[in-house]
């Protein structure tokens, strides 16, 4: 098992360098130069030329590629030319609240969606079955951007109950991960009923049942238990999404997060910022779907077996 | 694990619905459907068969005959939807299944009734230890502590022949037969008086079969349970059993004492199953299985179910639902050729 993790660990590298090499390749071609980015339309062909030679940029791209690479190593990711400011650092400023909002949605859909999933599967084909769906799809109905706005007039600006914007204690966390929680619902709900509904056909609850167990321990115990892993790598790719930032939650509640960010400094090709947080954010998805991958040993012991065995 | 306290004997007052009765189980008119929105499967019409304590009823019949749709009525574990008991009375220890709330179910089930079901391969959960599937039974239905549970489990699995160190393994680490033996554990963990084995060994090889028989004589003998033991194997039928029904579409076409149905053969469905057994005496001699299929229970003729392949079918097997004739107090079979007193069937085996 630790073997497995290790390799698994170890499988994060190639797939870094390869995202690394992908983003450094593209900003490449954009028809934009980041001299002008940092010193302003104003500046004389001279200043440009000094800042391009001093900043490396006149090396060819491997070198470059190389040399960049190195200074991850080293938490050195270039400095930010629109402000100067390191981009490790900016990055580790945002990514906690990107980090904090991610878990509270996915906490949302959680909560909401398994329960309605697993409903919706033992009442199938049912009004109750009906509605569970239906409940599932009001997230997905209602645009990320609408909702959040509705929700800052009803408790923000009518109740006075919850901060609007900013990221500012658990409070001001409930109205975005409300927003970006239910938009997922629609998904999780779904995959929790048809693993559920495969389930609910198996030959072992029939066996729980003839020992004398009853309906709900059925379903929680035995059933849930093996409908589990399509629900967590579901929940593992809705993660790995919202890590890359829910960007119009984001924006629509001020929320600091690295999607915003982003977008913001693709539109200023602020590049040394782009690469260096789209290849942070690759090592953070890999982990996501690592940890979702040693999960499966846990809820399945046949999966342990095969990872011992690898 | 947690112990349900809803089945703790004391609130499902079952003592004071039970009737007295020296039969296990008794069955009168059972009808059980499977409806769905295209067809309607008629699974098990209108059988009836009692089981006395102690004894062990033999069910035969060929795939689709509605044994196990039978069975599972008389746990009241008819799978709803599709599955309905249309009508029938089921008593099982002078209860009626039909009658008792879900909660008193749960009670008997397990505790005075348990099932082997048929295929081993998919009747364990994959995620539970075979110790936590043996003692869930121990915990639902006695009032002991897990370590108490846990040790009961491991004498189980003694008794069943399995290594009881290896309660904490999973089922894919078990080879079919093993998996067997567990469901026989789960079955026998709290020592139920009526017990129902699901062709408990047509999924292993031959001799593991005699061990698992064997094995489970021996436990029955132990416990004085009663049994009812689904089988396609007459060989088995005549080792393990002391009455025979013999299930054809849904029906019982013979029922009686095994020595009435081997030895004073009635019905020309279980004369067909004796003639088309090899015989090992006489290899040159030709198979003789019996010509066609049975119809499709969705699809039944209005008269008898065999006649399309009975070689002493008359028009009026065609016609109508065939009458049951006794033969002894125990000795029934349903077919209308016995209205001629001069009727025999010509068994050659
Ligand atoms: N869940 C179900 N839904 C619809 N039809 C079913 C269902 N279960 C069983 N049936 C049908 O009911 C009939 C009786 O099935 P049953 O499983 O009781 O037969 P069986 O005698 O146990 O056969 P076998 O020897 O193959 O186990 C068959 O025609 C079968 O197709
Ligand atoms: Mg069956």
């Given at each position: 098992?630790?073997?497995?993790?290790?390799?698994?660990?170890?499988?994060?590298?190639?797939?870094?360098?390869?995202?690394?090499?992908?983003?450094?390749?593209?900003?490449?071609?954009?028809?934009?130069?980041?001299?002008?980015?940092?010193?302003?339309?104003?500046?004389?062909?001279?200043?440009?030329?000094y800042y391009r030679e001093?900043?490396?940029?006149?090396?060819?791209?491997?070198?470059?590629?190389?040399?960049?690479?190195?200074?991850?190593?080293?938490?050195?990711?270039?400095?930010?030319?629109?402000?100067?400011?390191?981009?490790?650092?900016?990055?580790?400023a945002k990514f906690p609240n990107t980090l904090r909002l991610a878990v509270a949605s996915v906490v949302v859909t959680v909560v909401l969606s398994i329960p309605l999933g697993v409903i919706a599967a033992v009442k199938e084909n049912t009004w109750v079955d009906t509605v569970c769906s239906t409940l599932s799809f009001i997230g997905l109905a209602m645009p990320n951007f609408w909702l959040g706005l509705l929700l800052i007039m009803l408790f923000a600006v009518n109740l006075g109950l919850l901060p609007s914007t900013g990221a500012d204690g658990f409070a001001s966390l409930i109205l975005p991960a409300i927003t970006c929680g239910t938009g997922n619902m629609a998904a999780l709900t779904r995959i929790t009923r048809s693993s559920m509904l495969d389930v609910l056909k198996q030959d072992y609850l029939r066996t729980a049942r003839a020992k004398g167990q009853s309906e709900s321990k059925i379903i929680t115990h035995h059933a849930f238990k093996n409908a589990q892993i399509p629900v967590v790598t579901q929940i593992g790719i809705q993660m790995s999404t919202l890590i890359g930032g829910a960007v119009l939650t984001e924006r629509v509640f001020a929320w600091p997060g690295v999607g915003a960010f982003l977008v913001d400094s693709i539109q200023k090709s602020d590049f040394e910022v782009v690469t260096g947080f789209v290849i942070m954010l690759a090592i953070f998805v890999s982990?996501?779907?690592?940890?979702?991958?040693?999960?499966?040993?846990?809820?399945?012991?046949?999966?342990?077996?095969?990872?011992a065995r690898s | 694990m947690k112990l349900n306290g809803k089945n703790g004997k004391s609130d499902t007052n079952l003592e004071q619905i039970r009737e007295k009765t020296d039969l296990a189980v008794s069955v009168e008119n059972l009808v059980v459907h499977y409806e769905t929105s295209s067809e309607t499967v008629e699974a098990v019409n209108?059988?009836?068969?009692?089981?006395?304590?102690?004894?062990?009823?033999g069910l035969v019949g060929e795939t689709g005959a509605g044994k196990t749709t039978a069975m599972l009525a008389l746990m009241n574990m008819v799978p709803n939807p599709p599955g309905r008991i249309i009508e029938g009375e089921i008593r099982v220890n002078g209860l009626d299944m039909r009658k008792l709330t879900p909660a008193q179910l749960q009670h008997v089930r397990g505790s005075e009734?348990?099932?082997?079901?048929?295929?081993?391969?998919?009747?364990?959960?994959?995620?539970l230890t075979i110790g936590e599937q043996i003692g869930e039974s121990i915990l639902l239905h006695r009032n002991i502590s897990k370590a108490e549970a846990l040790k009961e489990t491991q004498k189980l699995l003694e008794r069943v022949g399995i290594d009881p160190e290896r309660y904490g393994e999973y089922p894919h680490q078990f080879s079919g037969g093993m998996r067997q033996r567990v469901g026989i554990a789960i079955a026998l963990a709290c020592n139920p008086s009526v017990l129902i084995a699901d062709e408990p060994t047509s999924a292993l090889d031959v001799t593991i079969q005699a061990q698992i028989l064997q094995m489970m004589r021996k436990l029955k003998e132990e416990n004085d349970t009663s049994m009812i033991l689904i089988t396609h194997d007459l060989g088995v039928v005549a080792e393990m059993c002391d009455d025979v029904a013999v299930m054809y579409a849904g029906h019982i076409v013979e029922y009686?004492?095994?020595?009435?149905?081997f030895n004073k053969?009635?019905?020309?469905?279980?004369?067909?199953?004796?003639?088309?057994?090899?015989?090992?005496n006489n290899r040159v001699e030709k198979l003789q299985p019996i010509q066609g299929l049975m119809p499709d229970p969705a699809n039944l003729p209005k008269g008898c179910a065999f006649a399309e392949r009975c070689p002493y079918a008359s028009e009026a097997c065609r016609e109508n639902p065939p009458e049951t004739h006794s033969f002894s107090d125990t000795h029934l079979a349903a077919c209308t050729a016995y209205q001629d007193p001069d009727f025999r069937i010509g068994r050659n085996k």
């Open positions: 098992m630790l073997k497995y993790v290790i390799k698994r660990i170890l499988m994060i590298i190639p797939v870094v360098l390869a995202v690394s090499f992908i983003v450094f390749f593209i900003m490449d071609f954009v028809p934009s130069d980041p001299a002008v980015t940092a010193l302003g339309d104003g500046a004389t062909e001279e200043q440009l030329e001093t900043h490396g940029l006149n090396d060819p791209l491997v070198v470059r590629y190389v040399r960049y690479m190195g200074g991850i190593l080293h938490g050195d990711m270039g400095t930010s030319y629109a402000n100067n400011q390191q981009v490790w650092d900016l990055f580790f982990i996501v779907l690592l940890i979702v991958d040693v999960l499966y040993a846990f809820m399945d012991p046949r999966i342990k077996a095969q990872y | 209108s059988i009836s068969f009692s089981l006395k304590k102690k004894r062990t009823l009734i348990a099932m082997i079901f048929q295929d081993p391969m998919t009747s364990l959960n994959p995620v009686g004492t095994l020595e009435e149905v053969t009635k019905h020309p469905y279980t004369e067909g199953l004796f003639n088309s057994l090899p015989n090992i």
